[in-house]
């Protein structure tokens, strides 16, 4: 899950790390799956207290003073090669606070709850912080030189080589504030949007969910809603729902203060509407992203509503209710699939694609560069941290032997293949933005999906695995679109007078009961189910990019099923292109433009395709 890269903001959705050896074994939540992989973070650093990290940032501080003495004031003057000379140094010192900004962020996310490692994460947050406004006028002064001085300026071959970079830099020209005011936004950063972001994390980290006589976390709750037990499941959702209804007015004033501190933002940049941001970042233009939305609003029949209806006759149901939605198609147990059994299909359906593929993804397997077990304090879901192109990404899971499990991995390996082959680019240009970032992730599960359906002769279980991947398809496209869609109303009536969690509440029921349609019952109890998604609190519209990455990579898996000449080469070339060419760029050489009104249709196609072949077994 991924964007161009901001001073030392690491690209990733999740929240930030904790050290752990790569023997140290956490006893696994669940039976059978001891001895699950803990990630080692001394490739960054050996520890909060080493003091290689003290001295990165010492030096960093005084080389951005430097930087700031040499070349402040002096840019539109450079010839090309000075300027490149500067653009070379401002990322290196940028890659050492992203360097260390990753290490902070991945030792909190593996233990949220831990208030000496939130402290150190804060810590280094405000000192990156602090370095980084040495820094901050160099992108702008880049932003105020004439178009006509920058190309002559890129005449210079070795300026052409960050061609990407500036035209990425660029695209916020028009959207640019004074040097002053940029500098005191971005001090403010700490005490502003990332204090309620880590007020918001640390809560929810703390939440706990009374079940069956015991006291769990969030995550395992939300867990318990997958059970083939209907009553286990109904439980689980009304507990969940007094937790977070116990706790709603601080997430919808976490949600208030931020959707207004957008606001502010936006109208002080004169960005036109909510997403406008985001699409920038993205590098996606505002009609790419309507053209979209629409198309899958418009099969929200075809698809979600379709599809649930048959769930609800397969299961016996008039209706499904909320916490029906995530419910197995048979009553039994699902076998638990041991991570060496996971780690062996997923690997096998990557060197089965191409073998430079699998020997990529194998490092992360030969490596401690993943952390699987589900552990009370540690983040909840799932992610793929870049850090630096020197050292190399981190996988977080929260591994519990389930098919959705193994799928999820195949998800954020695909994530750690794209940044590692992405790397060579580097730390300015590697990362894509967040509409290409899903394409790698995306792929690898479709990778995967398809040569275990393959593999699979028992009709019953085909069955199964089909609605399966039907079901995760609707909750990366129809479900995340809803969810873009929940956010857009929010900021837009924000805009105009702070929102009663009442209301958000109904905000929520009226988006998802449109997307998933007439075979579901909600209650009110469910209109508290948006306060634990983190997408709205730490990245505002992030979540299309997740429909878009499915859409594409379905239109992509067509054009490679269809035995397209040179595929593998075009696509390792696509993932190694990083940052460097945008999606029109990068899709021609197959044949495909998500321009063409046309292109959602082929990847909402493929969906539509897969609830066919479920009605007629």
Same mark, same amino acid.
């Given at each position: 899950m991924v964007g161009a890269r901001s001073m030392f903001k690491a690209n990733f959705p999740a929240s930030p790390s904790a050290p752990r050896s790569a023997d140290a074994q956490a006893p696994a939540t669940t039976t059978g799956l001891a001895g699950l992989p803990r990630w080692d973070l001394s490739d960054l650093y050996a520890g909060p207290d080493a003091p290689e990290l003290a001295t990165d940032l010492d030096q960093a501080e005084a080389d951005a003073q430097a930087f700031s003495n040499a070349w402040q004031g002096r840019l539109a003057g450079l010839p090309g090669a000075e300027l490149a000379q500067a653009i070379a140094e401002y990322q290196r010192i940028d890659e050492v606070l992203g360097r260390a900004g990753s290490y902070a962020q991945l030792l909190f996310?593996?233990?949220?709850? +831990?208030?000496?490692?939130?402290?150190?994460?804060?810590?280094?947050?405000?000192?990156?912080?602090?370095?980084? /406004?040495?820094?901050?006028?160099? =992108?702008?002064?880049?932003?105020?030189?004439?178009?006509?001085?920058?190309?002559?300026?890129?005449?210079?071959?070795?300026?052409?080589?960050w061609a990407p970079f500036l035209r990425d830099l660029r695209v916020f020209r028009p959207y640019q504030l004074s040097d002053e005011v940029e500098a005191v936004l971005h001090e403010k950063s700490v005490t502003g949007a990332a204090a309620w972001n880590r007020l918001f994390d640390?809560?929810?980290?703390?939440?706990?969910?009374?079940?069956?006589?015991?006291?769990?976390?969030?995550?395992?709750?939300?867990?318990?809603?997958s059970s083939? +037990? %209907?009553?286990?499941?109904?439980?689980?959702?009304?507990?969940?729902?007094?937790?977070?209804?116990?706790?709603?007015?601080?997430?919808?004033?976490?949600?208030?203060?931020?959707?207004k501190d957008k606001a502010i933002m936006d109208g002080l940049r004169h960005y036109p509407r909510p997403t406008s941001a985001r699409n920038c970042a993205n590098m996606v233009e505002d009609e790419v992203v309507d053209a979209l939305?629409?198309?899958?609003?418009?099969?929200?029949? %075809?698809?979600?509503?379709?599809?649930?209806?048959?769930?609800?006759?397969?299961?016996?149901?008039?209706? $499904?209710?909320?916490?029906?939605?995530?419910?197995?198609? /048979?009553?039994?147990?699902?076998?638990?699939?041991?991570?060496?059994?996971? =780690?062996?299909?997923?690997?096998?359906?990557?060197?089965g694609f191409?073998?430079?593929?699998?020997?990529?993804?194998?490092?992360?397997?030969?490596?401690?560069?993943? +952390?699987?077990?589900?552990?009370?304090?540690?983040?909840?879901?799932?992610?793929?941290?870049?850090?630096?192109?020197?050292?190399?990404?981190?996988?977080?899971?929260?591994?519990?032997? %389930?098919?959705?499990?193994?799928?999820?991995?195949?998800?954020? $390996?695909?994530?750690?293949?794209?940044?590692?082959?992405?790397?060579? *680019?580097?730390?300015?240009?590697?990362?894509?933005?967040? /509409?290409l970032a899903e394409t790698a992730s995306v792929f690898g599960e479709m990778l995967t999906f398809r040569a275990l359906l393959d593999a699979q002769t028992d009709p019953a279980r085909r069955r199964l695995m089909l609605a399966a991947k039907v079901e995760d398809m609707l909750n990366t496209v129809v479900r995340q679109i809803a969810f873009y869609r929940f956010e857009m109303l929010v900021h837009e009536e924000r805009r105009k007078g702070e929102?009663?969690?009442?209301?958000?509440?109904?905000?929520?029921? *009226?988006?998802?009961?449109?997307?998933?349609?007439?075979?579901?019952?909600?209650?009110? +109890?469910y209109d508290v189910y948006w306060t634990y998604v983190p997408h709205f609190i730490h990245s505002p519209f992030y979540v299309y990019a997740y429909a878009f990455g499915d859409c594409l990579v379905n239109a992509l898996y067509g054009v490679f099923r269809s035995g397209h000449p040179g595929f593998q080469d075009k696509y390792l070339d696509m993932l190694k292109a990083g940052g460097t060419l945008r999606h029109r760029e990068l899709l021609a050489p197959f044949g495909l433009d998500a321009a063409d009104p046309g292109f959602w249709q082929k990847g909402l196609d493929v969906i539509a395709g897969f609830i066919d072949e479920l009605e007629r077994v």
């Open positions: 996310a593996a233990n949220t709850s +831990d208030s000496g490692v939130a402290r150190f994460a804060q810590s280094v947050n405000e000192r990156l912080t602090t370095i980084s /406004t040495h820094l901050l006028f160099f =992108t702008l002064e880049i932003n105020r030189i004439d178009d006509g001085v920058l190309a002559a300026q890129m005449s210079d071959p070795a300026l052409a080589h640390e809560t929810m980290a703390g939440l706990r969910v009374r079940l069956g006589g015991e006291q769990v976390t969030l995550g395992n709750a939300l867990d318990t809603m083939p +037990d %209907r009553k286990q499941r109904a439980t689980a959702a009304g507990a969940i729902g007094e937790t977070l209804g116990q706790n709603v007015k601080l997430f919808s004033l976490v949600t208030n203060t931020l959707a939305v629409q198309a899958v609003t418009e099969a929200y029949p %075809r698809l979600s509503h379709r599809y649930y209806a048959l769930k609800a006759k397969w299961l016996g149901l008039e209706k $499904l209710e909320y916490w029906d939605r995530n419910a197995p198609l /048979t009553t039994q147990d699902e076998p638990l699939i041991p991570w060496a059994e996971a =780690t062996k299909q997923v690997l096998g359906a990557y060197e191409d073998p430079r593929m699998g020997e990529v993804a194998s490092q992360f397997f030969d490596h401690a560069w993943i +952390d699987a077990p589900p552990v009370p304090g540690k983040a909840s879901g799932a992610f793929a941290h870049p850090t630096v192109p020197s050292v190399h990404p981190y996988l977080l899971l929260n591994y519990r032997g %389930r098919t959705r499990d193994v799928m999820t991995l195949a998800h954020e $390996l695909g994530h750690g293949v794209h940044q590692v082959l992405a790397g060579r *680019q580097g730390y300015l240009m590697s990362s894509t933005p967040l /509409t929102l009663l969690p009442a209301r958000i509440g109904e905000i929520w029921r *009226q988006t998802q009961a449109e997307s998933l349609g007439p075979a579901f019952n909600f209650t009110p +109890d």
